[in-house]
């Protein structure tokens, strides 16, 4: 019987049994199975021909003749055993390189003198000697796998499971490549442009070379055409759900009048870019279709106020409108200003967090027609959840800062039976690329203005040496009625760490700002004491406010206008510019002060981009370039698996050619029903979107 891919790997013939077996332990069986055990980086273990050895701490890989083998014994675990051997070089001899294993007495019955060995490590010298410790090895004349597999080349490195070793693994794939058929590996994507950047490129190729690559270029183009492949296919997914979701049929909010009375009773203008986003809202939520909507717009750009606006729209025929907000503070914070703009309105309101359950003009919902019944608002946190029950006519779902709640929390909210429209809103600037990947089944909206009544903020970056220069200026501030943030990385002081901690902090900033009242507020606090804190920071009570990045998210009060960041480098870009959009939001100018003592360049670099910019998109997608997307979506909840490509994240290129490639294919063939989407289809049925959907 002719092998496939779904062929045992017992019947590779060359395959050493051992290698198998081991396999087979870990539920590896056919070769489609070891090929799609994709390396997840590779080392340069290219042979190096120079005669003449050097200290470094890259390794390097070079040609060796084992002159003498000999054991050292000593501290009862096996000793140390030794290769002495002379640098092949240009086919001369040249230097003396010692290899050297220490507890591995083994490697003395594998290794004989006049032996041809690939050897790759770190070299250093020690008492005149050049030595390498550990050395991955590959004997040249060695029968029992291919010579250059493991050494001497651009070599795969795998994420391993118990049972399994490098080589072991390396030999297993080899071996499948060698028998490895083209028409076995059908392409997923159409086939590319004949003069782009993908000419020439097949699956089948590019697998060959991710595993064995022949140079550099080849491995980095094998990389991009199959982090396109897995780009689109998530794209695939993606739009498949929108559009089932869009065919499932939902409630047309078409009476605005509430709406339009909070919107003439507002104390302010929506910007241009506020009034732009509302009605995108509007028209989705007109349609007797589900609204699956981001709201992504900077901090203080307001978003919250659009928010109100679309849940005035979804209770005015009696249905319930929710938002659930991911801190307990953030949801206090948004009912009282709903109390504050929606109850003059006559609309029903309640509160749902872990420690607070109350509810205002609940008469309204019983004296009300039945036919045109207001319905209720409900704010609240992840304690939502816990009152399912009680959500039985939901009109609207709002999740604010979403990548906050996992996939799972989403789901039990957001429930397919009552087809509710959703608009998910973030005040964490997403690149276009996380965008079209991870927001793929979502409509975008975009708020890319500020209100023109807020204030301007003054980034700078200083050294703890200034601290007291820098509290000189805080108290004056202070003194002019402004408030203040003092925010720290740690709650406490750690043995493991030298960053600073908000408890500590505090005792340093009381002494610092004399006649001030300073307040504490950090994760470990009660809800009650929080809240506490909060609402004496608000009331004006607590001038200055030591913290955590429990302030991160939400946190409004105007009449705060200077921040101070300690240890500023220890932050991300993104948490930095979140941490900043709590000072802005009054008509204030506004300070924020950078506290690093870290002069390395790529950190100094890093605060520069702070200096210089206010715009969040900007700092997001550096942010994205330095640090990689993160757990963007909260998928660590959802039990989806993670990109296998996920570094190309930040090409928009690549992420918009995925996109469009998607579209085609389902434009032509919507059920890819094509013999040759055969294997493609089987790909889309048999997993969840790798990158966790924001509505799954």
């Not at 697998?207 to 270029?217: G, I, K, M, N, V």
């Not at 997914?237 to 509430?258: F, K, M, P, T």
């Not at 406490?492 to 009381?510: F, I, L, N, P």
Request: glycine fraction near 8%; charged fraction near 25%; hydrophobic fraction near 40%.
């Amino acid at each position: 019987m002719p092998l496939s891919l779904e062929s045992p790997l017992d019947e590779l013939r060359s395959l050493p049994a051992r290698v198998a077996s081991s396999l087979r332990r870990e539920g590896v069986v056919t070769l489609r199975q070891v090929l799609d055990w994709l390396p997840f980086r590779h080392e340069d273990r290219t042979y190096n021909a120079q005669p003449l050895l050097s200290a470094s701490p890259f390794p390097s890989c070079h040609q060796l003749l084992v002159l003498r083998v000999e054991q050292r014994r000593f501290g009862g675990r096996g000793g140390m055993v030794c290769a002495h051997c002379e640098v092949i070089a240009s086919g001369a001899m040249s230097a003396r390189l010692t290899l050297r294993w220490f507890g591995v007495p083994y490697i003395k019955k594998i290794l004989v003198e006049g032996q041809t060995l690939f050897a790759f490590g770190k070299i250093k010298e020690q008492r005149g000697q050049w030595v390498m410790d550990h050395p991955e090895f590959e004997i040249a004349d060695s029968t029992d796998a291919e010579p250059g597999l493991h050494t001497g080349r651009i070599t795969p490195i795998y994420r391993l499971r118990s049972g399994i070793n490098q080589k072991q693994l390396r030999t297993a794939i080899w071996h499948a490549l060698e028998v490895l058929q083209p028409e076995w590996v059908p392409d997923r994507l159409p086939k590319p442009r004949a003069d782009g950047e993908f000419a020439g490129c097949s699956r089948f190729a590019c697998l060959r070379e991710l595993h064995f690559p022949a140079d550099a270029s080849k491995l980095s183009q094998a990389r991009r055409y199959l982090a396109l492949e897995e780009f689109t296919l998530l794209q695939l997914r993606v739009l498949n759900q929108r559009q089932q979701r869009l065919e499932q049929g939902g409630i047309a909010h078409r009476d605005w009048s509430l709406a339009d009375a909070l919107l003439k009773a507002l104390p302010f203008t929506l910007t241009q870019a506020q009034q732009r986003c509302l009605e995108e809202i509007r028209a989705d939520m007109q349609r007797p279709c589900p609204m699956s909507r981001l709201l992504h717009g900077d901090v203080g750009s307001g978003k919250t106020v659009l928010a109100f606006l679309a849940m005035a729209a979804a209770v005015a025929r009696g249905h319930q409108a929710v938002l659930m907000a991911p801190t307990q503070i953030l949801a206090e914070q948004h009912y009282a200003k709903a109390r504050l703009w929606l109850e003059p309105l006559g609309i029903p309101l309640r509160l749902r967090t872990g420690s607070r359950s109350e509810q205002h003009g609940a008469d309204l919902l019983a004296a009300a027609p039945t036919s045109k019944a207001i319905g209720e608002m409900v704010i609240g946190t992840h304690a939502l959840l816990h009152d399912l029950g009680a959500l039985d006519r939901l009109g609207l779902v709002v999740i604010d800062e979403q990548h906050k709640f996992g996939v799972a929390q989403r789901a039990r909210l957001i429930r397919a039976e009552q087809s509710p429209d959703v608009l998910v809103m973030t005040a964490t600037p997403i690149p276009r690329t996380l965008t079209l990947t991870l927001y793929g089944e979502l409509d975008v909206s975009t708020i890319d203005q500020r209100p023109a009544q807020r204030g301007g903020i003054t980034t700078r970056i200083r050294t703890p040496k200034c601290l007291e220069q820098a509290a000189e200026f805080v108290l004056t501030q202070l003194r002019e009625g402004r408030q203040a943030y003092l925010v720290f990385p740690l709650i406490e002081e750690s043995e493991k760490s030298s960053m600073g901690a908000a408890t500590k902090g505090h005792k340093q900033w009381q002494k610092l700002l004399p006649g001030i009242q300073v307040g504490l507020l950090h994760g470990r606090m009660s809800g009650e004491q929080k809240e506490k804190v909060m609402r004496e920071f608000h009331r004006g009570e607590i001038q200055a406010l030591v913290s955590t990045t429990v302030i991160e998210v939400g946190v409004d009060v105007p009449n705060a206008s200077i921040m101070i960041i300690h240890d500023a480098d220890r932050f991300g870009l993104a948490a930095l510019h979140q941490l900043r959009g709590r000072i802005g939001r009054g008509t204030h100018q506004s300070y924020c002060i950078l506290l690093t003592g870290d002069e390395d360049p790529e950190a100094q670099e890093k605060l520069r981009i702070m200096e210089q910019t206010h715009d969040g998109f900007v700092i997001s997608e550096e942010d994205l370039r330095r640090r990689g997307p993160g757990d963007v979506l909260g998928q660590a909840q959802s039990g989806s698996a993670p990109l296998r490509f996920g570094d190309f994240l930040a090409d928009t290129r690549l992420i918009s050619l995925a996109r469009t490639l998607a579209q085609r294919i389902l434009s032509r063939d919507p059920k890819l029903e094509e013999p040759r989407w055969e294997d493609l289809r089987q790909v889309l049925l048999q997993a969840p979107a790798q990158g966790a959907s924001a509505m799954q």
